[in-house]
Nanobody, 119 residues
């Protein structure tokens, strides 16, 4: 079992910055990769950024050059630094961790943190 707790969301003006934090606990040694997703009202949940256990990163086109995902393995924590925020970044942001065991994989989710960007 893996537990994820997000923090760092809030209200910010367009052009501003926020840093989201996701603290993982439990069987963190089994995590293969982690990521951040977001879901805006009336829209599907979408991948924002991910980072593998080797440090390889992946970003949605809409956030490339503005958002940076990073991790502190010693603290079992993943961060999402969000710069140059736009109103369209407004959403609930969820931390995700994927555990892979052979051919099976299981995804864990945090409770979500609201990010609101005002114009």
């Amino acid at each position: 079992q893996v537990q994820l707790v997000e923090s760092g969301g809030g209200l910010v003006q367009a052009g501003g910055s926020l840093r989201l934090t996701c603290a993982a606990s439990g069987s963190t040694f089994s995590i293969n990769h982690m990521g951040w997703y977001r879901q805006a009202p009336g829209k599907r949940r979408e991948l924002v950024a991910s980072i593998s256990s080797t440090g390889s990163t992946n970003y949605a086109d809409s956030v490339k050059g503005r958002f940076t995902i990073s991790e502190d393995n010693a603290k079992n924590t993943v961060y999402l630094q969000m710069n140059s925020l736009k109103p369209e970044d407004t959403a609930v942001y969820y931390c995700n961790a994927v555990v892979v065991a052979g051919l099976l994989q299981h995804a864990y989710w945090g409770q979500g943190t609201q990010v609101t960007v005002s114009s």
